[in-house]
């Protein structure tokens, strides 16, 4: 047992490297592999953004979503616009500067409340229109509509919770018409429905 211990001892400087360089190997391998998995992956999400419905989808919703952002500018020159007319309205009634003071810092929030108002929304636009892209793309006819089960919950989707609804047919809820997650500010989701084969 003494000589085995000593040998033991003996090669294990040898035994260090020789495991070193087999994990070294072996991660060489596993990283050159996921290398070619990514550029694989890369690859074919090329292809499914340029060559396919879910791909033209996504480039829709880029394009709705620029078509958003650039209303800002607009909406905030327009409540200029009114500001300066409500301050000529004073000026020529005698009224005070505080009076418009505290119309001109609501404007700023308004302009950050419509900016939350859309990123909200468009998120969730974007995100059941690529799941709507794919599910249709796998033949799925509809899905569950889930909510986020908290208090907030606007009472119309409420109602729609658990409830079956079609791909080609979104419910309109307070006078708007849309699938879940996308009528403003919306945190409801559609759980997908697969048919079985």
């Given at each position: ?5 000593q ?18 190997a ?10 070619a ?5 890369s ?12 791909g033209?989808?996504m ?12 209303s800002l ?11 300066q ?7 020529a ?6 009076e ?9 929030e308004?302009?950050e409340s ?26 799925s006819?509809?899905?569950?509509w ?11 989707h ?9 791909w ?11 699938h ?18």
């Amino acid at each position: 047992m003494d000589r085995l211990d000593q040998y033991s001892a003996i090669i294990g400087d040898w035994a260090d490297n020789v495991a070193t360089n087999m994990v070294l190997a072996a991660n060489k391998i596993d990283e050159t592999a996921w290398k070619a998995r990514s550029q694989a992956i890369s690859k074919e999400l090329h292809n499914v953004i340029n060559n396919t419905p879910v791909g033209h989808v996504m480039r829709s919703i880029v394009a709705e979503q620029v078509k958003y952002i650039k209303s800002l500018p607009i909406e905030a020159a327009d409540r200029v616009y009114d500001i300066q007319n409500q301050a000529i309205e004073l000026a020529a009634n005698g009224g005070r500067s505080s009076e418009l003071a505290a119309e001109i810092m609501r404007s700023g929030e308004v302009a950050e409340s419509r900016a939350k108002l859309i990123a909200r929304t468009e998120v969730g636009r974007a995100t059941q229109a690529l799941t709507q892209a794919r599910a249709l793309s796998v033949g799925s006819e509809g899905y569950i509509w889930r909510t986020s089960e908290d208090g907030d919950v606007r009472h119309s989707h409420y109602l729609m919770e658990g409830k079956f609804v079609r791909w080609d047919s979104p419910p309109t809820l307070d006078g708007m018409t849309g699938h879940a997650g996308c009528l403003p500010n919306c945190r409801c989701y559609g759980e997908v429905v697969i048919s079985e084969i």
